[in-house]
């Protein structure tokens, strides 16, 4: 799947076909970060800055602009049968993301 095609994959995006996965609620115990907020963000594609590819064809890592400060990260699988799996969620600081390009 191409880059191009996950933004539009994710502009059709029904909230009823988003799906979390065990790892996401264990790790949203410990970080600043809630299936509703997440949910929130995949409907917005204007704050979509980045999209990489991840650890396998139908895995990637979004990431969204929360503020001047902090990303919101996600990891997520694309199953077009089942649709769309969070993995997991993190904020991150953009000043240490701006260090890390120069």
Known sequence: MELKEIKGFLEKLNQDSIIFDSHFYKRSE???VNESMIRSFLSQIDKLERIEQGKGKDRFKLWFKMSRKYSLVLII???LSKGLKVIS???ADRKWQDQLKQ
């Open 89 to 91: 969620a993190w904020n």
């Open 30 to 32: 410990e970080r600043p």
């Open 77 to 79: 699988e694309i199953e």
